[in-house]
Every structure is written in C-alpha cells, then in structure tokens.
C-alpha cells in the first residue's frame, strides 16, 4: 500500500487543522492505521490509532486529537483541535498489517509503511 499525508499547514493557536491519509494500491481499512509526529530534535510520537476492525487505539493527545476513517474514500482523517505551538511537527501516517498485535503499534517499528509527511505550524 502506498500512503499520501496531506493537509498541513500554517494555523494559529487555538485553531484547527485536519489532516488526511490517502491510501492507494490496497484498501486502508484492511490494515491498522497510525499517525505520529516528529519535531525538529526530538523522536517520532505516536499519537493516536484505528485498528482494521475500526477500533480506535491510543491516544497520546489528551482528546485533542481523533481519528476516523472514511472507507469510500479510502482515506484515514486526524482531527486536531485547540492547536499549541508545541504541536509543531511533520506528521506522519502509517500502516500495519492486521495481523500486528496492539502492543507493537505504539513505536514506528511496529509499522510497515509510511506516507512522506506533511509540514504543521502552530504560530500566531
């Protein structure tokens, strides 16, 4: 499967952003699915999950953040809400076999493949 992350941008604090993962070649929901983050200096985070049956797994962002798919569109969404200049970060969406038991889903090596990543903001 390949994966596209888009919708990045430039947002002040407070504000809003949604991000989405476009998946091609093999249908996303067939695999779970994961969105990181990696600042300047610092190493990949984990934020939150949606597992291939649709479950939700993790969530690293205190509510701020959900995530949900849309299987007509094959595509995998990150809300992110009340935007802070530490949420600065490339972010990143990833996918996992199936067949992956939770526990190796919280660290990138868990995960399969990667999308090129897409550049967040948070400034006023």
């Known amino acids: 499967v390949q994966l596209q992350a888009s919708g990045g941008g430039l947002v002040q604090p407070g504000g809003s952003l949604r991000l989405s993962c476009a998946a091609s070649g093999r249908t996303i929901s067939t695999y779970n699915i994961g969105w990181f983050r990696q600042a300047p200096g610092k190493e990949r985070e984990f934020l939150r999950g949606i597992r291939w049956s649709g479950n939700n797994y993790g969530d690293s962002t205190k509510g701020r953040f959900t995530i949900s798919r849309d299987n007509a569109k094959n595509t995998v969404d990150l809300q992110m809400n009340s935007l802070k200049p530490e949420d600065t970060a490339v972010y990143y969406c990833?996918?996992?076999?199936?067949?992956?038991?939770?526990?190796?889903?919280?660290?990138?090596?868990?995960?399969?493949?990667w999308g090129q990543g897409t550049l967040v903001t948070v400034s006023s």
């Open positions: 990833a996918a996992a076999a199936k067949t992956k038991i939770l526990s190796t889903l919280w660290s990138p090596g868990g995960y399969d493949y």
